[in-house]
């Protein structure tokens, strides 16, 4: 079923995946956390911090997306990632801004919308640019 801005979601794809992929997923993802939570540990948490817009579990579902469907595929995961990744700097440096300045309520929710806002924009900008690209080929 397709929703909005053509984002397809297929429940029944849940099924073809196997309890190990889903134990590679969480291998990574805990994998990642723990380094972030290293790295933060001791360099500090600015430094740290830079590394909370890493998806965690991108590695693993990238690859599992590789396998199961094709390089176009995991290659739109991972615009996908890094377009969220871009937003949630946006988020943490709205963060670090206010913090000290608003409500934290206030700050959480303006971060939250300017992480939308930031994802979104950024999602229908690259969609725009593939499609005049597209629009170009031969």
């Known amino acids: 079923m397709n929703g909005p801005f053509g984002i397809a979601v297929e429940p029944a ?5 196997k309890p190990k992929e889903y134990a590679v997923r969480f291998a990574f993802g ?15 948490p600015l430094v740290g911090g830079l590394f909370l817009a890493f998806p965690a579990i991108l590695p693993a579902s990238v690859t599992l997306l ?32 206010l913090a000290e300045h608003l409500p934290a309520w206030l700050v959480i929710a303006l971060a939250a919308a300017l992480w939308f806002v930031a994802s979104t924009l ?14 170009r080929s031969p």
């Open 13 to 17: 794809k849940l099924k073809q995946a």
């Open 122 to 135: 950024l999602w229908v900008v690259s969609k725009r640019l593939h499609r005049d690209h597209q629009g």
């Open 30 to 44: 805990g994998a990642i956390t723990l380094l972030t939570g290293l790295i933060a540990h001791y360099f500090g």
């Open 66 to 97: 590789q396998q199961h469907e094709d390089h176009h595929q995991a290659g739109v995961d991972a615009l996908g990632a890094a377009l969220g990744a871009v937003g949630l700097l946006a988020f943490a440096l709205l963060i670090w801004l």
